[in-house]
């Protein structure tokens, strides 16, 4: 199987905070967001085979030193992948000190220090087979398993759900949901709609949920992101087994090859995530992530 992919990101703090996560980023995404923060990823093709990213996945996690305990499940977990080599070459071993030794160290590596591992983007359901199939590798390496995504294909977050193989979904949430303020943050007709599906299939499902917004100057202003954490608080009493933790305001950042622009200010933030907090009556955990501007001393 080949898939459109992007990169790897070996380890992140940011994409997962609190976990230590490997992100896998796939390639190609159906919207146009005016700030895409991975525009390069948004089109393009790079196909390769899916054997190959699981290798690599398995040799960042665990540190390649030969095939472990761990890493002969993961070759167990991805030997459905038709005509594919296998991921382990078999190994000779003979009993002597330095081996033991090997061994040893092996085991060591077993802890891995990644703990988690996040599909991004692009847009990751775009490939809904691939995503499945590197969840799926994920958990036989005992990581934690994250998805980013845009919430425009409400069904496949469905049907990946119903797998049990994602533990959290950090699911955009752009603008307020309503037309025309979602097409101009997404740059496409009729999406609000779609995100509006996927965050209910998100609440009703026992997946941890993050909601992320991020905040650009020109949108979304205070009074949309506090229309977004109403229809959170209001969601939540619909779907009360829901599992959602947070909505995160992220600062937009001017991307690369972009005219330059100054951020709204992290205390600008602070003020509209104390606005989103009282829309929510103080029902909803509100972040603000923001990138601190430092101010070097000479
Ligand atoms: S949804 Fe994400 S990847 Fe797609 S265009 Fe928007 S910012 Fe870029």
Known sequence: M?????GIIPLSTVDWPGRAAMVVFLRGCPLHCPHCHNSQLQTGERQVALHDISSRIVSEVKGFRGPSRAMVRADAAISALPGRPPLIAPVRSSPTRQIELDEASQRASDKPFVDALVLSGGEPLLQPEASSRLFRLARSLHLSTG??????????????????????????IKADLQEPDYEMAVGREN????VRQSLEVGLKSEVT???R????????SSSQLERIAGALFRLKSVYP???????????GQPRNGEAPFDPVSVDMMQKMAE????????QLEVRVHATPKITWEN
């Open 241 to 251: 087994n829901n599992r959602l933790e947070r909505m995160t305001l992220q600062q």
């Open 147 to 172: 998805l980013e995504t845009s919430g425009c294909f409400p069904d496949r977050l469905g049907a990946i759900l119903a797998t049990g193989l994602v533990d959290r979904v950090f699911l955009d």
């Open 275 to 282: 606005g989103c907090r009282a829309a929510s009556h103080g």
């Open 209 to 211: 949920l993050e909601v």
């Open 191 to 194: 999406i609000s709609v779609l």
């Open 213 to 220: 917004s991020t905040v650009f100057p020109e949108m979304p």
């Open 2 to 6: 080949k898939v459109n992919f992007g």
